[in-house]
């Protein structure tokens, strides 16, 4: 049970530290490569299979598949395995609703909405819109009514 429980802690604590990871990381000193994806897909166009900004995830996953590697096979740190997998289920929902559903990488979806993703979806346009929060994907937290959009340099 323990287990199960430190899996979900880390599954839900991906939310918070994604989106600052999007807004202090993506938008700040690793814009170079974001901003890739929010380049604008003229009508007619294809999005791009690939961009830069796919560095991100293959370098989370990268660290993930240290952490289990040490997990799995040094004494004492067992715990990194249910950390692990909850960051790896983060990680899998995030790409089939961002990618997947959102930008409709893989065209599984067509024209289809589900009501349910739809408002990650509008959250998610809207951060591209305004270059600015939500940051989050799971969980989007919109900015207050009346607030200003940050100081991006996706902006420039």
């Not at 040094?74 to 997947?100: C, N, R, S």
């Not at 065209?107 to 591209?128: I, N, V």
């Amino acid at each position: 049970m323990r287990t199960v429980l430190v899996a979900l802690a880390a599954f839900v604590l991906m939310e918070p530290l994604t989106a600052f990871a999007h807004r202090y990381v993506m938008h700040g000193v690793g814009i170079a490569l974001h901003r890739s994806h929010h380049r604008r897909v003229r009508p007619g166009e294809s999005p791009q299979r690939w961009e830069a900004n796919d560095a991100f995830p293959l370098a989370f996953a990268t660290v993930v598949m240290i952490g289990f590697a040490i997990g799995f096979n040094v004494a004492g740190f067992e715990v990194l395995v249910p950390i692990g997998v909850g960051i790896t289920l983060y990680g899998t929902a995030y790409a089939l609703v961002h990618d997947v559903y959102v930008h409709r990488r893989l065209g599984w979806f067509g024209d289809r909405t589900l009501p349910g993703l739809e408002r990650l979806a509008r959250a998610h346009r809207e951060h591209h819109a305004r270059n600015a929060a939500p940051y989050g994907m799971l969980v989007p937290v919109r900015a207050r009514s009346g607030s200003r959009p940050s100081h991006d340099p996706a902006d420039a």
